[in-house]
């Protein structure tokens, strides 16, 4: 049984670029929230979906948005890059409504 | 949601007993009290969940006293491979597996 799957595993992209990351949750998950995390500090949460709408969002700007497809995978797109928002882009899934989380190795992202 | 403080830092040897205690004296009624392991450039995984008194698996023990303002994660005969940030959570229901709010961990470091 495949845990969760992001791609890619890194990528560097320049200041001002669009990038966009994806995730396969775990078979049978229906819920997929992202994280980002900061070298050295804790992971924080970004959003999360559920039935392909965006059902929470953390204290991150309208420049970081997502997606999620009707077979549960998802993506997350952010505009305008920033130097600051280098970091790993870690996704997240359970089975909804409020279970154990699952999390992906994560993305790595360098902007430059 | 409930903040938590735990140590930045621990320090054990290999076969020892490592115990983290984590403080969280606003935790609601309804939280739930998670800890997860991350190892360097991979995802949190989950290890062990509980509402008060002790829960153990095949992992750890949780402890948790009758006001259940702390909690203390104990990981018994900790090898080299334990090392890792161990993050304190707190949250509402079962899992809380919604929205995860990391802290800054603890960093244990096992030495032979």
């Known amino acids: 049984d495949a845990g969760v799957t992001q791609s890619p595993t890194h990528l560097i992209k320049t200041r001002g670029q669009q990038v966009t990351l994806r995730c396969s949750p775990k078979?049978?998950?229906?819920?997929v929230s992202w994280y980002q995390q900061a070298l050295g500090q804790g992971p924080q949460f970004i959003f999360q979906?559920?039935?392909?709408?965006?059902?929470q969002r953390g204290n991150f700007p309208d420049r970081f948005s997502g997606h999620q497809f009707p077979n549960y995978s998802s993506e997350l797109n952010v505009n305008a890059l920033l130097l600051g928002d280098s970091a790993l882009y870690l996704c997240?899934?359970?089975?909804?409504?409020?279970?154990?989380?699952?999390f992906g190795q994560g993305t790595r992202l360098t902007v430059v | 949601l409930a903040k938590t403080t735990q140590p930045i830092s621990m320090d054990s040897y290999e076969g020892q007993e490592v115990n983290i205690t984590c403080s969280h004296n606003?935790?609601?009624?309804?939280?739930?009290i998670t800890w997860y392991q991350q190892f360097p450039s991979q995802g949190p995984r989950f290890i062990i969940q509980?509402?008060?008194t002790k829960v153990t698996n095949e992992v750890a023990s949780l402890f948790i006293p009758a006001d259940r303002k702390s909690s203390t994660l104990s990981l018994p005969r900790v090898s080299l491979s334990d090392t890792a940030v161990y993050y304190c959570?707190?949250?509402?229901?079962?899992?809380?597996?919604?929205?995860?709010?990391f802290g800054g961990g603890t960093r244990v470091l096992v030495k032979p």
């Open positions: 997240a899934s359970s089975p909804y409504p409020r279970t154990e989380a699952f």
């Open positions: 078979s049978g998950h229906d819920t």
């Open positions: 979906y559920y039935e392909e709408e965006e059902r």
């Open positions: 606003n935790i609601a009624t309804n939280d739930y």
């Open positions: 509980g509402y008060k």
């Open positions: 959570l707190v949250g509402e229901g079962p899992a809380a597996g919604n929205k995860l709010t």
